[in-house]
């Protein structure tokens, strides 16, 4: 079975994620905030926000996934695939 996020979601997701620049720890200021705002919980240093997760740069690789992977989920479900979609 194959789920399909939509764009929508993986754009906010990967806008809010944010990183400790010392010792690498995730965070997302929506689903897994930090104990106190912008600050790592382990080494209390600023967050900051992955160069890759910038919008211009999340719409650009959202472009090529559905290039590249749209096809593929076509002949997917040509062969009695299970692809479904969620939102």
């Not at 620049?21 to 689903?31: D, F, G, H, L, V």
Request: proline content about 3%; some cysteine.
């Amino acid at each position: 079975m194959q789920l399909i996020v939509s764009d929508e979601i993986c754009f906010e997701r990967i806008c809010s994620r944010l990183i400790c620049p010392e010792c690498a720890a995730i965070y997302n200021s929506k689903s897994q905030k930090p104990k106190q705002d912008d600050l790592c919980d382990y080494c209390n240093i600023k967050l900051i926000q992955r160069s890759d997760a910038q919008a211009h740069i999340i719409l650009k690789r959202l472009e090529n996934f559905h290039k590249d992977i749209e096809p593929l989920l076509d002949v997917a479900k040509q062969k009695g695939c299970d692809v479904r979609y969620i939102s």
